[in-house]
Nanobody
Framework: QVQLVESGGGSVQAGGSLRLSCVAS???????MAWFRQTPGKWREGVAG????????YYGDTVKGRFTISRVGYNNTIVLQMNSLKPEDTAMYYC?????????????????????WGQGTEVTVSS
């Protein structure tokens, strides 16, 4: 069982930046990793995803140009650099991972495609 641990959430004013990190306990089963976010009463929205194998990245339309997902080192740690934050970015952010080797281009934003989830880290952006 892969465990995912997120960190880096917090409160920031609009226009500010935050950096989220997610560490996976095992490289097996984490071929693809992603960030989702959720607000009360809404489904989980795909924010960004990364193919650990070839480095391909994918972004939701609402964050393109502002957020960057990347892999750090060789222990399946990913980070989400969030710039130009807006109040509508306020949400609980979750790290997700799965061992399916792809392709992921048409499935990365579907939360049902992931076997492993972190507990979440809260992001609050004030206006």
């Amino acid at each position: 069982q892969v465990q995912l641990v997120e960190s880096g959430g917090g409160s920031v004013q609009a226009g500010g930046s935050l950096r989220l990190s997610c560490v996976a306990s095992d490289t097996y089963g984490t071929y693809f990793m992603a960030w989702f976010r959720q607000t009360p009463g809404k489904w989980r929205e795909g924010v960004a995803g990364i193919d650990i194998g070839d480095g391909s990245t994918y972004y939701g339309d609402t964050v393109k140009g502002r957020f960057t997902i990347s892999r750090v080192g060789y222990n399946n740690t990913i980070v989400l650099q969030m710039n130009s934050l807006k109040p509508e970015d306020t949400a609980m952010y979750y790290c997700a991972a799965d061992g399916y080797r792809g392709p992921w281009a048409t499935r990365w934003a579907d939360s049902n495609k992931y076997n492993y989830w972190g507990q979440g880290t809260e992001v609050t952006v004030s206006s």
